[in-house]
Protein backbone atom coordinates (compact mmCIF):
# COMPACT_ATOMS: atom_id res chain seq x y z
CA UNK A 1 0.00 0.00 0.00
CA UNK A 2 2.54 2.09 0.96
CA UNK A 3 4.30 1.47 -2.75
CA UNK A 4 1.08 2.62 -4.46
CA UNK A 5 0.88 5.88 -2.19
CA UNK A 6 4.32 6.93 -3.33
CA UNK A 7 3.43 6.22 -6.68
CA UNK A 8 0.45 8.12 -6.57
CA UNK A 9 2.54 11.01 -5.16
CA UNK A 10 5.08 10.79 -7.73
CA UNK A 11 2.30 10.96 -10.42
CA UNK A 12 0.96 13.94 -9.20
CA UNK A 13 3.85 16.06 -8.56
CA UNK A 14 5.14 14.79 -12.03
CA UNK A 15 1.75 16.66 -13.43
CA UNK A 16 2.08 19.65 -11.44
CA UNK A 17 6.14 19.53 -13.05
CA UNK A 18 4.09 20.01 -16.73
CA UNK A 19 2.20 23.75 -15.31
CA UNK A 20 5.60 25.49 -16.41
CA UNK A 21 6.32 23.85 -19.91
CA UNK A 22 2.65 23.69 -20.54
CA UNK A 23 1.80 27.11 -19.96
CA UNK A 24 4.68 28.47 -22.37
CA UNK A 25 3.24 27.13 -25.32
CA UNK A 26 0.15 29.24 -24.93
CA UNK A 27 2.88 32.08 -24.07
CA UNK A 28 4.44 31.86 -27.12
CA UNK A 29 1.61 31.56 -28.84
CA UNK A 30 0.58 34.80 -27.74
CA UNK A 31 -1.74 34.63 -24.93
CA UNK A 32 -1.31 37.12 -22.12
CA UNK A 33 0.01 34.94 -18.58
CA UNK A 34 -2.98 36.51 -17.00
CA UNK A 35 -5.27 34.79 -19.76
CA UNK A 36 -3.69 31.59 -19.35
CA UNK A 37 -3.86 31.82 -15.38
CA UNK A 38 -7.84 32.31 -15.96
CA UNK A 39 -8.53 29.27 -18.37
CA UNK A 40 -6.54 27.09 -16.01
CA UNK A 41 -8.39 28.63 -13.30
CA UNK A 42 -11.74 28.31 -15.12
CA UNK A 43 -11.10 24.76 -16.62
CA UNK A 44 -10.05 23.49 -13.28
CA UNK A 45 -12.74 25.39 -11.79
CA UNK A 46 -15.56 23.01 -14.04
CA UNK A 47 -14.07 19.77 -13.30
CA UNK A 48 -14.06 20.33 -9.10
CA UNK A 49 -17.60 22.03 -9.61
CA UNK A 50 -19.23 18.54 -11.13
CA UNK A 51 -17.49 16.14 -8.49
CA UNK A 52 -18.65 18.52 -5.95
CA UNK A 53 -21.52 18.68 -6.99
CA UNK A 54 -22.36 14.57 -7.64
CA UNK A 55 -20.46 13.89 -4.04
CA UNK A 56 -23.01 16.28 -2.43
CA UNK A 57 -20.25 18.26 -0.92
CA UNK A 58 -21.12 21.95 -2.00
CA UNK A 59 -22.00 23.39 1.30
CA UNK A 60 -19.96 26.17 3.24
CA UNK A 61 -21.10 27.78 6.73
CA UNK A 62 -21.95 31.31 6.48
CA UNK A 63 -19.02 32.20 8.59
CA UNK A 64 -17.05 30.82 6.84
CA UNK A 65 -17.65 32.16 3.24
CA UNK A 66 -15.81 35.13 3.36
CA UNK A 67 -12.12 34.07 4.00
CA UNK A 68 -13.49 31.47 1.26
CA UNK A 69 -13.51 33.58 -1.36
CA UNK A 70 -10.43 35.56 -0.54
CA UNK A 71 -8.87 32.81 -0.31
CA UNK A 72 -10.03 32.37 -4.12
CA UNK A 73 -8.68 36.30 -4.55
CA UNK A 74 -5.68 35.95 -3.01
CA UNK A 75 -4.93 32.19 -2.92
CA UNK A 76 -5.72 30.91 -6.25
CA UNK A 77 -5.93 34.23 -8.70
CA UNK A 78 -2.39 34.84 -6.56
CA UNK A 79 -0.91 32.18 -7.11
CA UNK A 80 -2.00 30.85 -10.71
CA UNK A 81 -1.27 34.43 -11.71
CA UNK A 82 2.30 35.13 -10.35
CA UNK A 83 2.98 31.65 -11.05
CA UNK A 84 2.52 32.20 -15.26
CA UNK A 85 4.15 35.61 -15.16
CA UNK A 86 7.09 33.89 -13.38
CA UNK A 87 7.25 31.72 -16.39
CA UNK A 88 6.56 34.21 -18.99
CA UNK A 89 9.93 36.28 -17.54
CA UNK A 90 12.59 33.88 -15.95
CA UNK A 91 11.50 30.44 -17.51
CA UNK A 92 9.64 27.29 -16.79
CA UNK A 93 12.41 26.02 -14.50
CA UNK A 94 13.03 28.91 -12.57
CA UNK A 95 8.92 29.66 -11.73
CA UNK A 96 9.03 26.56 -10.14
CA UNK A 97 11.99 26.80 -8.08
CA UNK A 98 11.11 30.08 -6.24
CA UNK A 99 7.69 28.40 -5.82
CA UNK A 100 9.74 26.38 -2.99
CA UNK A 101 10.45 29.45 -1.28
CA UNK A 102 7.30 28.70 0.48
CA UNK A 103 8.13 27.15 3.22
CA UNK A 104 10.63 29.94 4.38
CA UNK A 105 7.25 32.29 3.84
CA UNK A 106 5.21 29.89 5.77
CA UNK A 107 8.11 29.85 8.92
CA UNK A 108 8.14 33.83 8.86
CA UNK A 109 3.87 34.05 8.53
CA UNK A 110 3.59 31.56 11.43
CA UNK A 111 5.93 33.24 13.68
CA UNK A 112 3.38 36.22 13.44
CA UNK A 113 0.05 35.08 13.12
CA UNK A 114 0.37 31.51 15.31
CA UNK A 115 3.11 32.69 17.43
CA UNK A 116 5.34 29.63 16.39
CA UNK A 117 8.68 29.69 17.66
CA UNK A 118 11.57 29.74 14.87
CA UNK A 119 14.26 26.97 15.97
CA UNK A 120 17.38 26.80 14.68
CA UNK A 121 15.95 24.23 11.61
CA UNK A 122 13.83 26.96 10.49
CA UNK A 123 16.19 30.04 10.47
CA UNK A 124 18.90 27.52 9.45
CA UNK A 125 16.32 27.16 6.20
CA UNK A 126 15.53 30.47 5.59
CA UNK A 127 19.28 31.50 5.04
CA UNK A 128 19.32 28.24 2.73
CA UNK A 129 16.52 29.43 1.23
CA UNK A 130 18.22 33.06 0.43
CA UNK A 131 21.20 31.61 -0.43
CA UNK A 132 19.57 29.50 -3.00
CA UNK A 133 17.64 32.53 -4.48
CA UNK A 134 20.71 34.54 -4.32
CA UNK A 135 22.16 31.90 -6.27
CA UNK A 136 19.81 30.99 -8.97
CA UNK A 137 19.35 34.26 -9.89
CA UNK A 138 23.31 34.63 -10.53
CA UNK A 139 23.37 31.53 -12.27
CA UNK A 140 21.21 31.43 -15.73
CA UNK A 141 22.70 28.80 -18.17
CA UNK A 142 23.12 28.43 -21.97
CA UNK A 143 19.15 28.79 -23.32
CA UNK A 144 17.39 29.82 -20.07
CA UNK A 145 15.71 33.31 -20.25
CA UNK A 146 17.79 36.61 -18.71
CA UNK A 147 16.70 36.67 -14.80
CA UNK A 148 15.68 40.12 -14.21
CA UNK A 149 13.88 41.60 -11.27
CA UNK A 150 10.47 40.70 -12.89
CA UNK A 151 11.21 37.19 -12.65
CA UNK A 152 12.34 37.08 -9.64
CA UNK A 153 9.53 39.51 -8.10
CA UNK A 154 6.83 36.94 -9.86
CA UNK A 155 8.47 33.88 -9.06
CA UNK A 156 9.06 34.69 -5.30
CA UNK A 157 5.37 36.53 -4.88
CA UNK A 158 4.18 32.79 -6.38
CA UNK A 159 6.24 31.20 -3.42
CA UNK A 160 4.15 33.75 -0.83
CA UNK A 161 0.78 33.02 -2.59
CA UNK A 162 1.27 29.49 -2.07
CA UNK A 163 2.29 29.58 1.45
CA UNK A 164 -1.31 31.51 1.92
CA UNK A 165 -2.48 27.37 1.01
CA UNK A 166 -1.06 26.34 4.60
CA UNK A 167 -2.26 29.47 6.68
CA UNK A 168 -5.95 29.18 5.35
CA UNK A 169 -5.62 25.45 5.65
CA UNK A 170 -4.88 25.08 8.96
CA UNK A 171 -7.56 27.16 9.85
CA UNK A 172 -10.53 25.58 7.14
CA UNK A 173 -9.20 23.22 4.92
CA UNK A 174 -9.74 20.66 7.53
CA UNK A 175 -13.56 21.70 8.07
CA UNK A 176 -14.31 21.11 4.05
CA UNK A 177 -13.40 18.77 1.04
CA UNK A 178 -10.99 20.42 -1.30
CA UNK A 179 -13.76 20.42 -4.09
CA UNK A 180 -16.48 22.08 -1.68
CA UNK A 181 -14.07 25.07 -1.56
CA UNK A 182 -12.74 25.49 -4.77
CA UNK A 183 -16.29 25.44 -6.28
CA UNK A 184 -16.40 28.82 -4.15
CA UNK A 185 -12.82 30.10 -4.18
CA UNK A 186 -12.13 29.14 -7.64
CA UNK A 187 -15.00 31.37 -9.16
CA UNK A 188 -13.78 34.19 -7.83
CA UNK A 189 -10.12 33.87 -8.91
CA UNK A 190 -11.55 33.33 -11.66
CA UNK A 191 -13.10 36.78 -11.84
CA UNK A 192 -10.07 38.56 -10.81
CA UNK A 193 -8.61 37.43 -13.82
CA UNK A 194 -11.17 38.22 -16.41
CA UNK A 195 -9.76 41.50 -17.06
CA UNK A 196 -7.37 39.97 -18.72
CA UNK A 197 -9.33 37.58 -21.15
CA UNK A 198 -8.93 38.80 -24.72
CA UNK A 199 -11.25 36.52 -25.94
CA UNK A 200 -8.91 35.73 -29.08
CA UNK A 201 -9.39 32.73 -31.69
CA UNK A 202 -6.36 30.90 -30.33
CA UNK A 203 -5.14 27.93 -32.37
CA UNK A 204 -6.16 24.51 -31.14
CA UNK A 205 -2.81 23.62 -29.22
CA UNK A 206 -3.32 26.66 -27.12
CA UNK A 207 -6.85 25.69 -25.93
CA UNK A 208 -5.40 22.16 -25.26
CA UNK A 209 -2.79 23.46 -23.13
CA UNK A 210 -4.57 25.54 -21.02
CA UNK A 211 -7.26 22.77 -20.59
CA UNK A 212 -4.65 20.38 -20.15
CA UNK A 213 -3.83 22.69 -16.90
CA UNK A 214 -7.22 22.63 -15.97
CA UNK A 215 -7.51 19.18 -16.34
CA UNK A 216 -4.28 17.37 -15.98
CA UNK A 217 -2.07 20.12 -13.85
CA UNK A 218 -4.75 21.22 -11.57
CA UNK A 219 -7.99 18.45 -10.91
CA UNK A 220 -6.41 15.76 -11.50
CA UNK A 221 -3.57 16.21 -9.49
CA UNK A 222 -5.05 17.07 -6.90
CA UNK A 223 -7.23 14.34 -6.91
CA UNK A 224 -4.55 11.59 -7.13
CA UNK A 225 -2.18 13.62 -4.52
CA UNK A 226 -5.31 13.24 -1.73
CA UNK A 227 -5.42 8.94 -3.00
CA UNK A 228 -1.97 9.07 -2.16
CA UNK A 229 -2.19 10.28 0.99
CA UNK A 230 -4.97 7.22 2.02
CA UNK A 231 -1.71 5.40 1.66
CA UNK A 232 1.33 7.69 3.10
CA UNK A 233 1.83 9.75 5.68
CA UNK A 234 1.41 13.67 4.79
CA UNK A 235 5.47 14.43 5.27
CA UNK A 236 6.71 11.52 3.35
CA UNK A 237 4.04 12.63 0.56
CA UNK A 238 5.50 15.93 0.93
CA UNK A 239 9.17 14.81 0.62
CA UNK A 240 8.16 12.80 -2.71
CA UNK A 241 6.42 15.99 -4.20
CA UNK A 242 9.41 17.96 -4.41
CA UNK A 243 10.65 16.17 -7.60
CA UNK A 244 7.77 18.61 -9.41
CA UNK A 245 10.23 21.54 -10.11
CA UNK A 246 12.96 18.14 -10.79
CA UNK A 247 10.39 17.55 -13.66
CA UNK A 248 9.50 21.08 -14.80
CA UNK A 249 13.22 21.77 -15.09
CA UNK A 250 13.72 18.36 -17.46
CA UNK A 251 10.64 19.35 -19.34
CA UNK A 252 12.06 23.13 -19.83
CA UNK A 253 15.49 21.22 -20.80
CA UNK A 254 13.51 18.77 -23.43
CA UNK A 255 10.52 21.41 -24.80
CA UNK A 256 12.83 25.15 -24.50
CA UNK A 257 16.19 24.46 -24.19
CA UNK A 258 16.21 25.83 -20.56
CA UNK A 259 19.39 25.28 -18.69
CA UNK A 260 20.83 26.76 -15.39
CA UNK A 261 24.43 27.30 -15.03
CA UNK A 262 26.31 25.27 -12.20
CA UNK A 263 25.69 27.99 -9.85
CA UNK A 264 22.22 28.11 -11.15
CA UNK A 265 21.92 24.46 -10.11
CA UNK A 266 23.68 24.17 -6.87
CA UNK A 267 21.33 26.91 -6.10
CA UNK A 268 18.20 24.96 -6.87
CA UNK A 269 19.59 22.36 -4.76
CA UNK A 270 19.57 24.85 -1.52
CA UNK A 271 15.88 25.71 -2.26
CA UNK A 272 14.86 22.17 -2.05
CA UNK A 273 16.98 21.34 0.65
CA UNK A 274 15.49 24.00 2.84
CA UNK A 275 12.10 22.25 2.28
CA UNK A 276 13.54 19.05 3.85
CA UNK A 277 15.06 21.15 6.71
CA UNK A 278 11.92 23.08 7.33
CA UNK A 279 9.66 19.79 7.50
CA UNK A 280 12.32 17.39 9.74
CA UNK A 281 11.23 18.66 13.34
CA UNK A 282 7.76 17.83 12.02
CA UNK A 283 6.32 20.79 10.61
CA UNK A 284 4.14 19.88 7.82
CA UNK A 285 4.44 21.42 4.14
CA UNK A 286 1.97 24.17 3.10
CA UNK A 287 -1.49 22.24 2.39
CA UNK A 288 -0.79 18.87 3.98
CA UNK A 289 -2.43 19.76 7.36
CA UNK A 290 -5.10 16.65 6.18
CA UNK A 291 -6.03 14.53 3.58
CA UNK A 292 -7.95 17.63 2.48
CA UNK A 293 -5.44 20.13 2.67
CA UNK A 294 -4.26 21.34 -0.38
CA UNK A 295 -0.67 19.71 -1.50
CA UNK A 296 3.04 20.94 -1.15
CA UNK A 297 3.02 22.18 -4.82
CA UNK A 298 -0.40 23.28 -5.53
CA UNK A 299 0.32 25.43 -8.23
Do not use: N
Request: proline content about 5%; overall charge positive; glycine content about 10%.
Amino acid sequence: MALSGYLRILCAASLWGLIGPVAKIALAAGMPPLEVAFWRTASGWLFFALQALFAGQYRVAGRDMPLVLAFGLFGVAGLFGTYVLAVRDGGAALASVLLYTAPAWVAVMSRFLFRESMGPAKILALIMTMTGVACVCLGPGAGAEHIGPAAVFFGLASGLSYALYYIFGKQYLGRYSTPTLFLWAMPVGALALLPSVTFHAWPFTVWLAVVTLGFCSTWLAYSIYYSGLRHLEATRAAVVATMEPVVAAVLAWIMWDERFSLLGYVGSGLILAAVLVTMRPARRMPGVETEEVAPADAV
